[in-house]
């Protein structure tokens, strides 16, 4: 009998070694064709607890949270908080949403307030002040309430979005 090391293994079957992982991880049906890099950030960052201005797994916030996974998922470095990528991102509507897509709310008085990537199967991964980074449904009422838009790179993954001033 042969045994095969992972790498080894056709990219059939890790795949679906890899959907199987994040499901569990993620408590979440991950789709036949996903971005691994990006779910994979998501479930390394599963659990942090949220602080403001935070940018480590001792705590970090939704801005912070988007920023990290886009610079290991895409390669791409977002500047600035919520409100500045709401800005940078091209407009799309809920029904056109594709995995590593930005969904925005305004959580508070002050316009856009809050971030999170749009992983499919109308989940989002966010960081939250009540439970840290975690996946939550789009229809959760509290966020339904408050959504504000979704956005996309303007030119796809490769493209900076620096805050222009």
């Known amino acids: 009998m042969t045994f095969r090391s992972p790498a080894q293994e056709p990219d059939s079957f890790i795949r679906q070694q890899q959907r199987g992982y994040l499901a569990q991880a ?5 789709p036949e064709y996903f971005h691994a890099g990006l779910y994979l950030a998501v479930a390394d960052w599963l659990g942090v607890p949220y602080r403001y201005a935070g940018t480590t797994i001792r705590g970090i916030d939704c801005s912070a949270f988007v920023r990290k996974v886009f610079s290991y998922a895409y390669g791409i470095d977002l500047d600035g908080n919520s409100r500045n990528m709401f800005q940078a991102t091209r407009r799309i509507h809920l ?9 925005f709310f305004k959580t508070n ?22 439970r840290g980074v975690t996946v939550t449904d ?21 493209r900076s979005l620096a805050a222009s001033d």
């Not at 809050?114 to 009540?130: D, E, P, Q, T």
């Open 109 to 130: 008085r002050r316009g856009i307030s809050h971030v999170g990537i749009y992983l499919g199967n109308n989940k989002f991964a966010h960081s939250s002040r009540s």
């Open 26 to 30: 993620l408590s979440l049906p991950v």
């Open 95 to 103: 029904k056109q949403l594709q995995q590593g897509d930005l969904v």
């Open 138 to 158: 789009l229809d959760s009422p509290w966020f339904l309430k408050r959504y504000a838009g979704a956005g996309r790179l303007p030119d796809g993954p490769g």
